[in-house]
C-alpha cells in the first residue's frame, strides 16, 4: 500500500491505498459530494506539516505556549490575543495571525 494525498473541493485526505484508483474510491465513499481536484501518491511513507512554513516556529520557546498565553490574556479576543504575541515574541502581524489562529483552530 502507498500513501496518497487526495484534494477535493472541500477536504484534503491523507490514506493509505493500494493504488491511485482505490484513493479515488475511498474519497468517494467518504464525501461523495466532493470533487476531485488531485490525486498525488506520496514519495514517503509518511506525512508531515512543515511549523516552519506556517509561521509557527520562535527560538527558544514553543509557539503554542505563547500563543496560549496570549489567549488567555486577551479572554480570546483573537485581535488583542494577535498584538500581545507580537509584543511577546517580535514577529509581524502576518506571523502573529497564523500562529494564534492555528491555535484557535486547536481548541486552545
Known sequence: MALYEIETNGHIMIGWADSTEAARTLAGELYPEDVI???SKRPRDLWVISKRLLGLE???TDPCDVARECL????GD???AIELY?????VDT???QKA???NMSLGW
Do not use: S
Open 37 to 39: 481536484v488531485r490525486i
Open 58 to 60: 520562535i527560538q527558544g
Open 72 to 75: 488567555n490574556r486577551a479572554k
Open 78 to 80: 483573537k485581535v488583542r
Open 86 to 90: 507580537t509584543q511577546a515574541t517580535g
Open 94 to 96: 502576518g506571523e502573529a
Open 100 to 102: 494564534i489562529e492555528t
